[in-house]
């Protein structure tokens, strides 16, 4: 089961309304790379694991990215306080205002909203793990472009630690894999 | 002044200066109980150097050997002059240190000095979280101290503070 913890892993306090950056932010909240898929696919993989050291990896990621969720939500709503049905419309979000109002949806960053579909799973350990690598990558990757467009520090110093985090987890995926595939002499 | 406030244990910028030593670990097989189907990766001489909490913290990274930094964007936390978040940046910061530890062991159950690690981390996190909870409200639902149920308080973790 989960419980949760009123706090957010990384603290968010972003003062500067800019609905452009919130709506390229929503590429991790309901993108294919996003934070939405990657805990869903660690928290599925989880039960194939075989054994306790990738149980407890996936379930121990799968619930960080939960957390990462909930950073990216935060940096969405807090950019989008206060706008006004124009600004929403001027800066591409008049189609998310007319379905959602200021209301969050898992979403991408042009308003395609999220499907299962981005998730994986084989049964394979290695299959799975280095898609998990890959996963990383994509996000790390992601976290870049998203830094690349904005001068803001209150979302850049949160940007940077979720960049910072699939570096971790790459290398924690690819250590298990690793010792996985010494074990298992594949 | 409260207790919490000089959080940031390590005032050099330098990365190295801030590096806490972990020359006693060891990855060491016989000790793990787990079923495991073979000998494992030894990685004997694995030996993982850390950033103290709070500068692993403001990377979003306790492992210098695993840090890589973006174009010249130097990573922080914005100083803040209220206690309050004071208090949550010294919880985020040995939680989640502890974290850091709990995914490293994860892969690496048997490393001994790591787990001593993890559990020092972990207790300072808890105590402060309890700090908190006493001034400022529940952190977790069990945590309501009060007669009122004081889970329901404003703000939200997503709000503007």
Not at chain 1, 34 to 40: F, I, M, N, Q, R
Not at chain 2, 119 to 127: G, L
Request: proline fraction near 5%; aromatic fraction near 12%; charge should be negative.
């Amino acid at each position: 089961m989960f419980a949760y913890q009123k706090r957010l892993q990384f603290p968010i306090n972003i003062k500067k309304k800019d609905l452009k950056m919130a709506k390229f932010l929503l590429s991790q909240y309901g993108g294919p790379y996003g934070e939405l898929a990657a805990s869903l696919q660690y928290l599925n993989q989880r039960f194939s694991m075989p054994d306790g050291r990738g149980k407890a990896l996936l379930t121990d990621i799968g619930t960080e990215e939960l957390g990462h969720i909930e950073m990216i939500c935060t940096m969405v709503q807090q950019l989008m306080k206060g706008a006004t049905p124009k600004e929403l419309k001027e800066a591409g979000l008049g189609g998310h205002y007319a379905q959602f109002d200021h209301a969050l949806y898992p979403t991408d960053a042009n308003g395609v909203p999220f499907t299962i579909t981005y998730t994986q799973a084989t049964g394979d350990v290695i299959a799975d793990l280095e898609n998990n690598m890959a996963a990383e990558q994509r996000a790390r990757a992601t976290y870049e472009h998203l830094m690349d467009l904005t001068d803001d520090k209150d979302v850049l110093d949160p940007l940077s630690f979720l960049r910072q985090r699939e570096i971790v987890h790459y290398a924690r995926f690819k250590e298990l894999r690793d010792i996985y595939k010494k074990e298992m002499k594949r | 002044m409260n207790n919490y406030v000089n959080y940031n244990e390590c005032e050099s910028n330098s990365y190295s200066d801030c590096v806490m030593d972990f020359t006693q670990s060891r990855w060491n097989p016989g000790v793990y109980n787990g079923n495991f189907t073979s000998a494992t990766d030894m990685n004997e001489d694995r030996m993982p150097k850390l950033y103290s909490p709070y500068e692993g913290y403001v990377r979003g990274n306790l492992f210098p050997s695993l840090y890589q930094g973006y174009k010249n964007i130097k990573p922080s936390i914005k100083e803040t002059n209220n206690q309050k978040q004071e208090l949550l940046s010294y919880i985020g910061a040995y939680a989640f240190a502890a974290h850091e530890l709990n995914l490293y062991l994860d892969n690496y159950p048997t490393d001994r000095e790591a787990v001593k690690q993890y559990k020092k981390y972990q207790e300072e996190a808890s105590k402060a979280m309890k700090e908190y909870e006493k001034m400022y409200g529940p952190l977790t639902v069990t945590g309501v101290n009060a007669q009122d149920w004081t889970w329901v308080n404003e703000p939200w973790p997503w709000d503007n503070n």
